[in-house]
């Protein structure tokens, strides 16, 4: 007779419990597998695209098939240089230290000189064991992802980005002219005209952002920085989001903000952030500049950065931000109840123009300009005048004066905390993959293919003429020849 069947263990199982620390660890996992997957099939399209472009050329070229060979192999060499010098390690060790220019919340930025290119740039260094702690390993992808991914003129350009033991490193180009916050602690008050470049060139920042479909959400001036141009860059992605996932919120912790109680706990981790800043922008981790519905719970939009750079415009022109307290958990209070708070004083002497954008941007999210698009930001009449078009050729309203491309005099003073190398002991150490931050490094390809079929195709079009009229005059002269295909040149006459 057959036994009455038990009911499967399965079946009773509850659900395991996945701590958060697992839960980053699998996303950031499913992310590598992901990126590396639609890497390959891009690369193998491109590789199609390319090889396909490169013989359509070398036939309308009519090239011989030696011609075509020595053509193949040029291009295949110089893909194999590329390759060898994308996979060669970066290591901490590739760089000197100059000088200490920020602290931030997970280490420090100074500026360093590549000791192989000599290039002069900012190097970010950040604590392993802090960003695990705070639960940070997505935001930390997500600045190096946008950093790696942007290519554009608002975003500070990403060189390298790499790991130790216990540090994650960025370095990136170094915008020599400090940060818009340094600009304000100095001169106080800016005049319209000036805050109207600055508000313009982030309006186009912020753009270029949320064409990449990332939030910045954490727009400040802190973040704004000036190269030796007078020009404009965005840095610090580290609160980035893509944009697509609109109900998260802002920090882990904000999902269950249940009130203002929770929006105070969660202000009094970020004075974590030390900064070391005049006395008058002293408080840490400041939350002057974050839109209301951040803190709520009922999702937000890229908007979200337009009411930041609203509330930078503020600053500007009146002096102070508008939400501003010595205690960050009244700062966001303030923010929550804005409606009651917000106001332009009278002394600040402003044109209605600007005072109109400031409304316009520091509002409900469904009013605010800009939920319709850029365009509507764009066409405000605070705007008059701007050359959307062509505004990082415009004259910047203020160019530092530098001494050199290490010259630091536009950023504060720090000490040092630590010293920059690891200790004699680590170096040696083989370094072990670590899981929590798989997938990190990075290296800017100078030379990308489009570059190489570029040059391929220009240096076979110099040939080629070159070749027709020697062969015209029946005496092909070396020198005519361009340099990289010289040594096989005779192999193009022999046929
Ligand atoms: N590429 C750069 N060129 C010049 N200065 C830079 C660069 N990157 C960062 N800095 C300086 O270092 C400071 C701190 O950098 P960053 O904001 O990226 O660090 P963070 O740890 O994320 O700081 P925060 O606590 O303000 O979020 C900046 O405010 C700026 O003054």
Redesign the pocket.
């Known amino acids: 007779m057959d036994q009455p069947r038990t009911p499967k263990r399965a079946e009773t199982r509850e659900e395991p419990q996945i701590s958060a620390a697992a839960r980053e660890k699998a996303e950031a996992a499913k992310a590598f597998i992901a990126e590396k997957y639609s890497k390959k099939k891009r690369e193998d399209t491109e590789n199609r695209e390319y090889w396909d472009e490169i013989n359509k050329r070398m036939v309308e070229l009519n090239l011989s098939e030696t011609e075509q060979r020595m053509v193949r192999e040029e291009i295949m060499h110089k893909e194999a240089e590329r390759l060898r010098s994308l996979r060669a390690r970066t290591s901490i060790f590739d760089f000197e230290p100059i000088t200490i220019?920020?602290?931030?919340?997970?280490?420090?930025?100074r500026?360093v000189r590549h000791k192989s290119s000599g290039e002069i740039?900012?190097l970010?260094k950040?604590n392993k064991t802090e960003m695990i702690r705070k639960n940070q390993i997505q935001h930390v992808r997500a600045?190096r992802n946008v950093l790696a991914k942007a290519n554009n003129p608002w975003i500070?350009e990403l060189k390298y980005s790499f790991q130790d033991e216990k540090y994650l490193y960025?370095a990136?180009?170094?915008?020599?002219g400090?940060?818009l916050?340094?600009v304000l602690i100095k001169r106080d008050i800016l005049p319209q005209d000036e805050a109207k470049f600055y508000i313009a060139e982030m309006v186009l920042a912020v753009e270029s952002v949320h064409k990449l479909n990332y939030i910045h959400r954490?727009i400040?001036p802190?973040?704004v920085?000036i190269g030796r141009d007078g020009h404009i860059?965005l840095?610090?992605f580290?609160?980035c989001k893509l944009s697509d996932i609109q109900t998260d919120n802002l920090y882990s912790n904000l999902n269950k903000l249940e009130d203002e109680a929770k929006a105070k706990q969660y202000m009094e981790r970020r004075t974590d952030?030390?900064?070391n800043r005049a006395l008058a922008y002293s408080t840490v981790?400041t939350p002057d500049y974050i839109a209301p519905e951040v803190f709520g719970r009922g999702g937000y939009t890229e908007t979200v950065d337009w009411w930041s750079v609203g509330v930078i415009l503020f600053e500007m022109v009146v002096g102070y931000p508008p939400f501003f307290s010595d205690e960050p958990s009244i700062t966001c209070q303030k923010i929550l109840h804005w409606r009651n708070i917000l106001s332009i004083p009278r002394e600040a002497n402003l044109r209605h123009s600007t005072c109109d954008l400031i409304r316009k941007l520091v509002c409900d999210a469904g009013d605010r300009l800009g939920s319709h698009g850029v365009e509507e930001i764009k066409a405000h009449p605070f705007f008059n005048g701007i050359d959307w078009e062509n505004m990082r050729s415009t004259r910047a309203p203020w160019i530092p004066e530098l001494r050199n491309d290490y010259d630091s005099s536009n950023?504060?003073n720090f000490d040092e905390v630590e010293p920059f190398y690891p200790p004699q002991e680590s170096r040696k150490k083989k370094g072990k993959k670590d899981s929590n931050f798989i997938n990190y490094t990075y290296k800017k390809e100078d030379e990308d293919r489009a570059a190489i079929l570029i040059s391929a195709l220009n240096e076979l079009e110099a040939i080629k003429k070159t070749h027709s009229s020697s062969r015209q005059e029946n005496s092909p002269s070396q020198g005519s020849y361009p340099k990289k295909l010289m040594l096989s040149s005779q192999e193009l006459y022999s046929d």
């Open positions: 220019i920020g602290r931030g919340a997970f280490g420090e930025v500026v740039l900012a970010k950040m600045e500070v960025l990136m180009e170094y915008l020599q400090g940060d916050m340094t954490d400040k802190d973040n920085l860059k840095s610090d580290g609160l952030y030390k900064r981790g950023f504060d």
